[in-house]
């Protein structure tokens, strides 16, 4: 049985920076890509990163290139967003998700139980 579950969320202030994790049991990195989502209160899930499973070739939403950073440890067999310079409309539950590719299609076939980040002074 696939399970993904996520920590390390929580509040921070403006400015500041998180590091989510998201421990894959059932499911190898290996196999298939695996990314990071997120819903803000009123807003769509949208996606925000991934790393293909291939040759680890990552991609981000525009809204978080040059803040955000997805990493995997493949012996650990966990998927890692760190989080720099966090701005109010980061807010949001994060998921992580398995793609149905071994590269980032955005199609989803697993998800975690989400964690929230907020940010706000």
């Known amino acids: 049985q696939v399970q993904l579950v996520e920590s390390g969320g929580g509040l921070v202030q403006p400015g500041g920076s998180l590091r989510l994790s998201c421990a894959a049991s059932?499911?190898?990195?290996?196999?298939?890509?695996i990314g990071w989502f997120r819903q803000a209160p009123g807003k769509e899930r949208e996606g925000v990163s991934c790393?293909?499973?291939?040759?680890?070739?990552?991609s981000y939403a525009d809204s978080v290139k040059g803040r955000f950073t997805i990493s995997r440890d493949i012996a650990k067999n966990t998927v890692y967003l760190q989080m720099d310079s966090l701005k109010p409309e980061d807010t949001a539950v994060y998921y992580c998700?398995?793609?149905?590719?071994?590269?980032?299609?955005?199609?989803?076939?697993?998800w975690g139980q989400g964690i929230q980040v907020t940010v706000s002074s």
């Open positions: 998700a398995i793609d149905t590719n071994y590269y980032c299609s955005g199609y989803v076939s697993y």
């Open positions: 790393i293909s499973s291939s040759d680890g070739a990552t």
């Open positions: 059932g499911w190898t990195l290996e196999y298939y890509a």
